[in-house]
């Protein structure tokens, strides 16, 4: 691939681009330069601003300041069809399709030129010829909801593609939901792409991809440009690391105290489970756990990878296709929820907004629902003694619990998570099954559930917990397993291994299991 | 007899067809509107009143389409603008259209005009059994005819189609691409309404040839329901609303010959027959709903 | 200050409507205003006949307001009434004639309950087990409804001296539900607030009332606390349309003494309206279903004045509901 004088064009330049939301400033003063055929690789830990800066690069944000240039000529980019108009396309990571139509009606959508008919033969041949070009096989006629995730995002990708101004693609954490086989063949099309003269930006907190492909990569922190380097210059893993967290070294674990386990029956036994999704395909299938009392599981894994399902599965709220799950030796693998509230499981899950939360019924209400005792008199609940043992509880105060009488509608994200802990904590669960519990909170409160956690674990609660931030589970976990490939791998005593390799099984599984 | 049913079932399912074609159209861009009911009615009693006056049926025929499609944009701007729940609203506006139509259309009970008239298609209509039942009815069975091939071709052929149906599916997707859902959703409501308003029309002015307080006997509620059992597919909604007609041609059949049937057992048949239909393809595992309505029927947070 | 005025609007709104419509329709709307209120308001025995008018819009208002508070729409009052009225009818004529009142009514109540319960555990089960909308089928069911009291009172149920008029034979005098003094208002009316009272109760007070709150409220958080949804909307449903049965029952026991194929008819969906201009709230209701028992009396005296048929004042009651909804969430409601 000859270096011609077209392929060193600037396709992008932005200039000292910012964006405030309120107070807080998500990007700062940040350079950034496209050429035609080039990789450019954007790095950064979860909410250093590598979104927002993208979402203004596609016209979704408007700038707060700073300037853009697309082939040096000055560009607004909102809103997003202009950008697309302007050559900018974009492949999300929660993909922008509608499940019921096809694919080719999906790519037919994205494409802004006007005309009444849909010219469905035309359209196959064209996404046909871009599919073999960048070999990203898909029917044109299949269901977008019958394609996994790899497929879909390949539609995602011919939506831009078949877009003929498009000249600069950005992705956002493409392999995210790939098998490593597809993220070969994902690697090899944007070499491709490179070699077509399409300019790419590629959002990713993975350092071994960076490393494979990219030409140039920046480095985010805290929403200001902290590092750039390219391939003529040094690029090694362990530099783009510490520019990423900002240190040399990984944070340590805090301080765990050994429980010292009592009680030899398991809280949570687990034997070859098998689990189906919502469209009946198999999902997980022959998973082993086993969790005792005062013993805190790590859940580490891609998301989509069957966390959400497996809890309620173990929950009681989906059917177990095969297997067995007992609870404090009690098989409750047919039982309801109720059975297992007795048993003392308390779930938490990933979503409060909108499953936890009943529109109309005060805090105080949400708090008997579950957690707090239900305490009677006559028909009725006794709400007077609810609202004593509300005010006196220690969780309600650490947790920064907002007022008995607030209706749960009226708070924030944030307020909404707290108040869901607080009340699964209440009452010192036997098992707590809990999803990102940290996601929405700031890093006091971050900090403050993580040692409620603990606390918990040292008053013998077994907690199943899955969360996407290694870090968070490097320091608390006892034992992490990971989901990937429908299985279930580990578990993994934290001390043992790092999250390389986790993140390597999270991506490929592990041979020797 | 049988050349008599099939004939008088696409007689008796024609209005049906109009407003569940209509009805198939709205769904899919994620609106319910048992207004439809209420749109038919209007429909039928502005048509007929309109052709009584003017003497003319085409003009009652525009007049009856375009009272359905008012009626529809009651129920477009409570449940897209003022996101009022749905079903809600399409029941009331049944109410407000029997009120008004039982108010306006007492002088108009008993009243003769002269309406659309079955037109025999030459050389067609005289093949046998295929000829009568097809080929010797009013001008819009023919037009419903038409219709069922072009807004299926349209729902699956044409950019503004797909547009719709991804608007019933994912607003947001719709919205990201830089198009208005609320656009969109009006018009398909619309169209919705004036499909129903034209099926009223037939039922007054082509089928019956009279007015009579509260003549569409819950239609346009089975029209409603027949969109679900047709999972959203024009040409199956017109296997459901013939079968509808089918069970009142069956009907007038036996009573004719003096069946020692009670009638009201042979009335109550095609409201069975939507139950059962409904009954056997709501069990399918994989429903096709758009995903909007889905959120409506199961409550995007419940009934409030 | 300004929100008043707003909501003043808003109140007035549909009456504005209407007076424009009847305006249209060659008539004065002060007038006709004034003969209504007269009607209805102007001395004890127009209250009274409000009173009777809107019992059975409170018990189908009720039938719609339990099943909602379950997350379901109901709209089968309609139906549930006249079966509830037709099982009252059936069991009363034939099985209770010379059996005293202290066992005569209680019984023939339970009847109506378990008639207008029949009609709507089917929707509730076919929703459970064949993910069929309730709405939908509860409408089909009115109609099933309707027919088959039309079949029974011209065959089966059909009085043999009534010369071919499509009535049932008279229910035993000592089965009618007794009345206050020489009115014709009937102990029925005090049921009907009483039912209202105590669904608000269970509603309000009680912790199945509290489940239930959870399950209209979010029934996926109501499943994650444990709560048995499906047999709570079940039963909701069953309450539900053994209140409008009851309605049914009083329609027959306390007003008309015999069934006919139109008792009943319409009642239902003023119940509904009823029901949705309370949001679904019990106490509400009671109010509601006054007010439109004062129109509904209102009509009669709007025709014999104004000469505009009674069938008009289901406009008013529309454009009433219309705005209702058309404030809805909006305001904080439900």
């Known amino acids: ?513 | 007899m049988i050349v008599e049913i099939l004939t008088g079932a696409i007689r008796a399912g024609t209005s049906v067809l109009f407003a569940s074609l209509g009805e198939v159209v709205a769904q899919r861009a994620g609106v319910i509107n048992l207004g439809t009911e209420g749109s038919m009615l209007g429909g039928a009693f502005v048509a007929f009143a309109v052709t009584y006056q003017t003497g003319s049926p085409w003009i009652g025929l525009l007049a009856g389409g375009l009272a359905g499609l008012l009626f529809a944009l009651i129920h477009a701007f409570l449940v897209i603008q003022r996101r009022a729940n749905q079903l809600a609203v399409g029941l009331t506006i049944i109410f407000l259209a029997q009120g008004l139509t039982a108010f306006m259309g007492q002088d108009y009970v008993d009243k003769q005009i002269n309406g659309l008239n079955p037109i025999a298609i030459p050389v067609l209509s005289d093949i046998p059994f295929i000829g009568p039942v097809f080929f010797n009815h009013d001008i819009l069975t023919y037009l419903v005819f038409l219709l069922v091939p072009l807004i299926w071709w349209f729902l699956f052929y044409s950019k503004p189609g797909v547009l719709l149906r991804a608007t019933g599916e994912r607003e947001e997707v719709v919205f990201s691409l830089g198009k208005s859902p609320t656009l969109i959703r009006y018009l398909a409501v619309s169209f919705g309404g004036l499909m129903a308003g034209l099926g009223g029309a037939q039922l007054s002015i082509a089928f019956t040839h009279t007015w009579v307080e509260n003549m569409t006997q819950g239609r346009g509620i089975i029209a409603v329901a027949l969109v679900i059992f047709a999972a959203w597919l024009p040409t199956r909604a017109m296997l459901g609303a013939y079968l509808f007609g089918g069970a009142q041609a069956l009907q007038l059949a036996l009573q004719g010959r003096g069946l020692e049937v009670s009638p009201f057992l042979l009335f109550m048949l095609p409201y069975l027959l939507t139950l059962v239909v409904l009954f056997i393809v709501e069990r399918r595992k994989v429903s096709s709903m758009p995903e909007s309505l889905r959120k409506v029927f199961e409550g995007e947070r419940g009934g409030g | 200050m300004r929100r008043f005025w707003i909501g003043l609007a808003f109140v007035l709104s549909p009456f504005v409507l209407f007076a424009l419509f009847l305006l249209s329709q060659g008539a004065n709307p002060l007038e006709s205003y004034q003969a209504m209120l007269r009607s209805a308001f102007g001395d004890w025995y127009g209250i009274g006949e409000v009173a009777i008018k809107s019992t059975p819009f409170l018990l189908t208002a009720l039938a719609v307001a339990i099943p909602a508070r379950a997350g379901l729409i109901n709209v089968g009052g309609e139906g549930q009434l006249m079966i509830g009225a037709l099982l009252t009818t059936w069991v009363g004529v034939f099985y209770l004639q010379g059996v005293p009142a202290w066992v005569g009514v209680p019984v023939l109540i339970l009847m109506g309950a378990l008639g207008g319960a029949i009609w709507g555990i089917v929707p509730a089960l076919l929703r459970q087990y064949a993910r069929m909308n309730e709405t939908i089928t509860t409408l089909l069911l009115n109609y099933v409804a309707f027919f088959t009291v039309g079949y029974f009172v011209h065959g089966p149920l059909k009085d043999p001296e009534s010369f071919n008029w499509p009535f049932s034979p008279k229910l035993d005098e000592a089965l009618r539900l007794p009345t206050f003094g020489s009115t014709r208002v009937h102990i029925g009316f005090v049921l009907a607030i009483v039912a209202a009272l105590v669904v608000w109760f269970v509603i309000f007070r009680t912790r199945v009332g509290f489940r239930l709150r959870v399950i209209g409220g979010n029934a996926i958080a109501a499943l994650q606390a444990g709560i048995k949804v499906n047999r709570m909307q079940l039963l909701a449903m069953v309450f539900g349309g053994a209140v409008a049965g009851i309605a049914g029952m009083i329609e027959i026991a306390g007003i008309e003494g015999h069934l006919r194929p139109m008792t009943g008819f319409g009642y239902g969906y003023i119940g509904f309206l009823a029901a949705w201009m309370a949001w679904n709230h019990p106490l509400w209701t009671i109010g509601t279903a006054f007010l439109l028992g004062a129109i509904s009396v209102a009509g009669n005296a709007l025709e014999m004045t104004s000469g505009l048929p009674s069938s008009s004042v289901s406009i008013l009651m529309a454009f009433i509901l219309l705005t209702v909804l058309a404030v809805g969430r909006g305001s904080k409601a439900s």
């Open chain 1, 1 to 513: 691939m000859g270096e011609t004088a077209l392929q060193r064009e600037t396709l992008l330049r932005a200039s000292k681009l910012i964006k405030r939301f309120g107070d807080f400033t998500a990007i700062d003063e940040v350079n950034l330069v496209l050429q035609r055929g080039e990789i450019h690789a954007i790095l950064g830990e979860n909410g250093a601003g590598k979104s927002t800066l993208m979402k203004m690069l596609y016209g979704v944000y408007v700038p707060d300041g700073g300037a853009l240039e697309m082939q040096g000529k000055p560009v607004t980019l909102h809103p997003p069809s202009r950008a697309r108009s302007q050559g900018v396309g974009m492949v999300f990571q929660d993909f922008r399709l509608v499940p019921a139509l096809t694919v080719l009606e999906n790519i037919a959508l994205s494409i802004d030129r006007a005309g009444f008919l849909l010219n469905k033969t035309k359209l196959a041949q064209q996404i046909a010829d871009i599919s073999e070009r960048y070999g990203i096989a898909v029917n044109p006629h299949a269901y977008v909801w019958e394609l996994d995730l790899g497929q879909q995002q390949r539609v995602e990708i011919l939506k831009a593609l078949v877009q003929g101004e498009t000249k600069l693609i950005i992705f956002d954490e493409p392999t995210s939901v790939l098998t490593p086989h597809e993220v070969d063949a994902f690697l090899a099309m944007l070499q491709r792409l490179r070699a077509d003269g399409y300019g790419v930006l590629l959002i990713t907190h993975k350092i071994r991809e960076v490393l494979a492909c990219a030409d140039t990569v920046t480095v985010l922190r805290n929403g200001k440009l902290v590092y750039r380097t390219s391939r003529d210059q040094e690029m090694t893993e362990e530099m783009l690391v510490s520019q990423m967290i900002g240190s040399a070294e990984l944070p340590r674990a805090p301080e765990r105290n050994q429980v010292v386990l009592v009680d030899e029956v398991a809280a949570l036994e687990v034997e070859q489970l098998s689990i189906n999704n919502d469209h009946d395909v198999t999902l997980l299938t022959g998973l082993n756990l086993t969790i005792r009392p005062g013993e805190l599981v790590g859940v580490a894994g891609i998301s989509g990878n069957g966390q959400k399902e497996l809890l309620e599965t173990l929950y009681g709220l989906r059917k177990v296709k095969s297997g067995s799950i007992r609870v404090a030796g009690a098989d409750v693998t047919a039982g309801s929820v109720a059975t297992r509230m007795e048993r003392g499981v308390v779930y938490v899950t990933e979503d409060p907004i909108h499953e936890s939360v009943v529109p109309g019924l005060s805090i105080l209400e949400h708090m008997v629902l579950s957690g707090m005792e239900m305490s009677k008199k006559g028909l009725d609940v006794d709400w007077s003694d609810v609202r004593q043992r509300f005010d006196s509880l220690d969780v309600v105060r650490t947790l920064r619990v907002a007022q008995a009488d607030r209706l749960v509608e009226t708070l924030s994200g944030g307020n909404v998570q707290r108040m869901v802990l607080a009340r699964a904590i209440t009452r010192v669960p036997k098992l707590l099954l809990i999803a990102y519990p940290s996601r929405g909170l700031d890093i006091a409160t971050t900090r403050a559930t993580q040692k409620l956690l603990l606390g918990l674990r040292e008053m013998g609660t077994a907690i199943l917990l899955i969360s996407e931030d290694l870090t968070e589970l490097f320091e608390i976990s006892d034992r992490i397993v990971v989901l990937s490939n429908h299985s279930l791998y580990g578990p993994y005593d934290p001390a043992d291994t790092d999250p390389y390799q986790m993140g390597h099984i999270m991506l490929e599984g592990d041979e020797q299991a």
